[in-house]
């Protein structure tokens, strides 16, 4: 089972690049890192996913170094409405145990 | 389409009284999760379904716990005899499949308060 560890909580102004770093040491060849948001009141949302090197979307990069061994998600310029827990998630083929772990509360200040 | 759908969205409940949580998956998805999460917690993975096949029961917390998934579409989660320890946010998650990339999405999730 590839557990996670991630920073508990950051703060950023607004405007600001943040960088979450998810440490996941026992990554299996046939996982995928996965990030999600989750709002207050609301079910986590995906955000990105990638399997190695760097995938960039819409909203966000995700960087994984050659290792696999840790993730970073990389959010622009945020804004206040960025505040949010973001997880980071690594699945295994068929998996039947998934371990979000507790998470990273950003907090994006005025 | 409709998102995944969740009922009901709060639930108050007396200690010792069982009570059942359901889950509307969106259509197509093979695969459905159920999750746990306490007050300003991380979520807590019960136990997930892929199809009509037997669920891998490990995730839950105690034999007070079951689940079941009918026609391979909607899930119901049963808590008897609930404690407060139960308390928490009761999240579903769909998807197409469990090959561990796919996207998961969750419902809004069952507020439970046990009294």
């Known amino acids: 089972l590839a557990k996670t560890t991630q920073p508990i909580s950051m703060d950023s102004y607004e405007g600001q690049e943040v960088n979450i770093t998810c440490s996941h040491n026992n990554i299996a060849t046939n996982d995928y890192i996965t990030w999600y948001q989750q709002f207050p009141s609301q079910g986590p949302r995906f955000i990105i996913q990638g399997y190695k090197t760097k995938v960039t979307n819409e909203v966000a990069s995700l960087f994984i170094p050659a290792d696999r061994k840790s993730s970073t998600l990389s959010l622009p310029r945020v804004s206040l409405s960025d505040t949010a827990v973001y997880y980071c998630?690594?699945?295994?083929?068929?998996?039947?145990?998934?371990?979000f772990g507790t998470g990273t509360r950003l907090t994006v200040i005025p | 389409g409709a998102g995944v759908s969740q009922s009901p969205s709060n639930k108050v409940t007396e200690k010792g009284k069982d009570v059942e949580l359901r889950c509307d998956p969106i259509?197509?998805?093979?695969?459905l999760y159920w999750y746990r999460q306490s007050l300003g917690q991380g979520l807590e993975f019960l136990i997930y379904f892929q199809g009509n096949s037997a669920p891998d029961k490990s995730g839950l917390p105690s034999d007070r716990f079951s689940a079941e998934r009918t026609g391979g579409s909607v899930s119901t989660l049963t808590i008897q005899r609930t404690q407060q320890e139960d308390s928490a946010v009761y999240l579903c998650?769909?998807?197409?499949?469990?090959?561990?990339?796919?996207?998961?999405?969750f419902g809004p999730g069952t507020r439970l308060l046990v009294l």
């Open positions: 259509s197509g998805h093979t695969a």
């Open positions: 998650a769909s998807s197409w499949g469990t090959s561990g990339r796919e996207t998961q999405y």
């Open positions: 998630l690594v699945a295994q083929t068929g998996a039947n145990n998934l371990f």
